[in-house]
């Protein structure tokens, strides 16, 4: 079956403190996805952030009204994303740690059952951490920390970037990253914006916050970094 990823940079029902009704667009459009909405089974993960109670909450309080939901705990084993996997449309991974997210998966085995169920029609939806997590190459870390280059689940190609004009820090060292070449050209994504993708071939930009937010192109050009806007039909590769 078709693999599609909803990749959100930022904001949505785990950001309440941003306080953006008009978010809840990309929410509604992900549930669209597999319509009609009394129908979609959805679920969540929050393990890059240890399973933070006010983002589960949210979750709950976000889709409980619209949808079947469920989420799969910090503790669960392999065995347990299976059948979790097994009951749902649409998978929701929230933000947080990608590191530690990237390297619970693969401890636990998770990984491997989400590579699986996204080949099997689920869709693997996430914000931030969980919108990046599904490419192939990755640039990790905080302005804090430093920036570290990562191997991702690789259900895509190239790399990613999320809160892309939102945290300075990132875009810029993300753009030094891809012009010097050690790392993928990719899609950059701000805050409030989702970008839906089957099989690596981009079908919907959702821009929730107007002119204020953006999906973009972000490529190496002759030592420098070449950016455009991100269009539908644009394969990535």
Known sequence: MAVQIFAVGGGGFTHP???IPGDSVLEDELLALVGPVESVRIGYIGHANDDNTERLRGFYDRFQKCAATDHLPLNADAASADKFLSRIDILYVSGGATVKLLAHWHKTGIASSLLKAAHHGVI???VSAGA???FEDLLLGTAQDGYNLHSGLGLLPGSACPHYHNEPERKEAYDNHVSNRQLAAGLAIDDGVGVYIIDGVVKNIIRARGNTGNAYRVE???DSVALSELQTGH???
Do not use: F, P, T
């Open 132 to 134: 990046i997590c599904w």
């Open 235 to 237: 394969k990535l590769i």
């Open 220 to 222: 190496c050009n002759c």
């Open 124 to 126: 693997m939806s996430g």
């Open 17 to 19: 403190e941003d306080a």
